[in-house]
């Protein structure tokens, strides 16, 4: 069958999303908004109809950067009703003590743990509301460039549909990407991290609470692998367990390889997680029914085809999970391609060349933040001289407000471009290794020191501003 576009209307006001995840609801809800004809194919049933599969995601974390996209796409509100603020790291560690890090300065620095199931639900309803049209049941099967002819597979049969630009908001799996991999190398290469996940769950308490503190985001570091847990709305933690697919043969470091059964994945807990493993009675179910899924980094040297495709989110830059930033940097893609879609007289290649321009390094940033984050949240929150330097970067961000604000914070909390908060990030570090070099507290500081080294170093930080929906380059530059 055939679904080919009305000839009378405007062509280039007309876009093909390909996704119905987290990224492509709030991209067709931004366009729709500004006066774009969006229509949405998605491969699975419509979640709200069909329920959402369990067992294959991570809780997401949601910060400022991905506020600010779903404030422009009219969504804010819906997901914050679902959402539970988390105010820092609760770290458990191997001798029984638990201790709270915060993310920031206060309750106004905090991040948002959000189911995506039902995220993801309530910005479809969004992007319906705002006028985009939804195909589920619609999986890509193939795309003609040449005749812009995308062909989608449904219970029916073969569809066929014109369209004037696909934009591929599928996922780390893209389909948009493979076709548009067989018209022009673009230069994808993927890093495995060698280690997986699977996905637990803490129920409710008896009276229907929480078992443990419900405000902040539980970790067990322990060096090579750890546990996480994310707080719900229903009273319920999504824990999700990261090791090495193969662990070491003394049996110090655990790996998927080792730890196959349920019995085996509850003597694991009751040995390196021992407060946890009474926290989750269905541990040996979920264990074994749940899949193990792998964790790797996506590189792409280019994200569009001229102004025939472009891709956005994890089809353009997957990454492992471990800053909390894949969803809020997809969404801040969204709200990126949006202004430069909407700039006054531009074209599609156009648009589609800025926005990769503005986003790609970016991307290449967070992705590199994100590994780095993994080693620092396993491997560092329990360690002595980590612990010095994070509490000298608390102290130094009290007293040089205007020019030292932690890493963290300059990418959850601020619109800061990540590229520039890496950068900016590294030359706080180095001057924090510095500092406490040969000491074991900050009583042995030289302050008058400390703070002419931040002067000298650290340029005053400009204002954060939000990024303005219909303006387009890199206001936060």
Excluded at 393 to 408: I, K, N, T
Excluded at 409 to 434: C, D, I, K
Aim: proline share 6%.
């Amino acid at each position: 069958m055939h679904d080919h576009q009305d000839p009378t209307r405007d062509p280039a006001r007309h876009l093909t999303v390909v996704g119905a995840g987290l990224a492509g609801a709030v991209l067709a809800a931004l366009l729709a908004r500004r006066g774009w004809r969006v229509d949405v194919h998605e491969m699975r049933g419509d979640p709200r109809r069909k329920g959402y599969e369990r067992g294959r995601s991570i809780n997401l974390a949601l910060a400022e950067r991905g506020r600010a996209a779903l404030r422009a796409a009219g969504a804010d509100e819906a997901v914050m009703a679902q959402a539970i603020m988390m105010r820092g790291r609760m770290v458990h560690f191997a001798d029984g003590r638990v201790d709270l890090q915060r993310y920031g300065m206060d309750d106004s620095e905090v991040i948002w743990s959000v189911h995506r199931g039902r995220l993801n639900q309530a910005l479809l309803d969004v992007a319906e509301q705002a006028g985009a049209r939804l195909h589920f049941d619609e999986a890509l099967e193939s795309v003609d460039f040449g005749g812009r002819i995308a062909r989608f597979r449904t219970p029916g049969g073969i569809r066929e549909v014109a369209f004037t630009s696909l934009v591929g908001t599928d996922g780390a799996g893209s389909a948009v990407r493979k076709a548009m991999e067989a018209v022009e190398d673009l230069g994808a290469r993927t890093e495995m991290l060698g280690h997986s996940y699977k996905e637990l769950e803490i129920p409710p308490a008896a009276g229907g609470g929480f078992r443990i503190e419900q405000n902040a985001l539980h970790i067990w570091p322990r060096g090579r692998f750890m546990c996480i847990a994310l707080p719900n709305t229903e009273g319920t933690f999504t824990v999700t367990l990261f090791m090495p697919n193969e662990g070491d043969p003394d049996g110090a470091v655990p790996g998927f390889d080792q730890v196959r059964t349920g019995a085996e994945a509850r003597a694991l807990f009751e040995r390196f997680f021992p407060d946890a493993s009474p926290l989750i009675p269905r541990l040996e179910h979920l264990f074994e029914n749940n899949p193990t899924s792998s964790l790797g980094t996506l590189y792409l040297d280019r994200w569009h085809l001229d102004g025939r495709a472009v891709l956005v989110g994890d089809a353009a830059h997957a990454m492992v999970p471990f800053h909390g930033q894949g969803m809020n940097c997809a969404f801040e893609d969204c709200a990126a391609l949006a202004r430069h879609l909407s700039a006054p007289g531009v074209e599609l290649p156009a648009a589609f060349a800025a926005y990769q321009a503005e986003r790609l390094p970016n991307a290449r940033a967070i992705q590199h933040m994100a590994l780095e984050n993994y080693l620092e949240m396993r491997d560092r929150v329990d360690d002595d001289d980590y612990l010095l330097q994070r509490a000298l970067e608390v102290r130094l961000a009290h007293r040089h407000p205007e020019r030292f604000v932690p890493r963290y914070s300059m990418v959850t909390f601020r619109h800061m471009p990540y590229a520039r908060a890496l950068m900016r990030g590294n030359l706080q570090r180095e001057l924090l290794v510095e500092l406490t070099r040969g000491r074991d507290s900050l009583e042995q500081l030289d302050w008058a020191h400390a703070d002419r080294l931040v002067r000298e170093r650290l340029a005053p930080l400009p204002p954060d501003h939000e990024p303005h929906p219909g303006t387009g380059g890199d206001p936060a530059a």
